[in-house]
Nanobody, 122 residues
Framework: QVQLVESGGGLVQAGGSLRLSCTAS??????VGWFRQAPGKEREGVSC????????YYADSVKGRFTISRDNAKNTVDLQMNSLKAEDTAVYYC?????????????????WGQGTQVTVSS
């Protein structure tokens, strides 16, 4: 089992920044990712990082604006979000998995946090 706790969401104006943090406890995992789901839309992979080789994935919509990082000593994975846009508004989830596969496919992730709301006002 893995327990995940997210923090850092909130309300920000367009162009602003937020930093999300995910703290994991429990068994070792292969990958950690940040996903988001806006009302009426499917959950999508935003950014994911492999715990094995550090390989990273970014959705095209966030490339150049978001940065994922991990601190293995603290068991945390952070998502720095800059130049936020109204379309980034969603509930953001941290998730982990132990299997292989596409790095940021939400259907391949096993454990999920409770989610944190990010609202970007235009």
């Amino acid at each position: 089992q893995v327990q995940l706790v997210e923090s850092g969401g909130g309300l920000v104006q367009a162009g602003g920044s937020l930093r999300l943090s995910c703290t994991a406890s429990g068994r070792a995992v292969r990958s950690v990712g940040w996903f988001r789901q806006a009302p009426g839309k499917e959950r999508e992979g935003v950014s994911c990082i492999s715990s094995v080789d550090g390989r990273q994935y970014y959705a095209d919509s966030v490339k150049g604006r978001f940065t994922i990082s991990r601190d293995n000593a603290k068991n945390t994975v952070d998502l720095q979000m800059n130049s936020l846009k109204a379309e980034d508004t969603a509930v953001y989830y941290c998730a982990t998995r132990i299997g292989r596969g596409r790095l940021c496919n939400p259907y391949e992730y096993d454990w999920w946090g409770q989610g944190t709301q990010v609202t970007v006002s235009s």
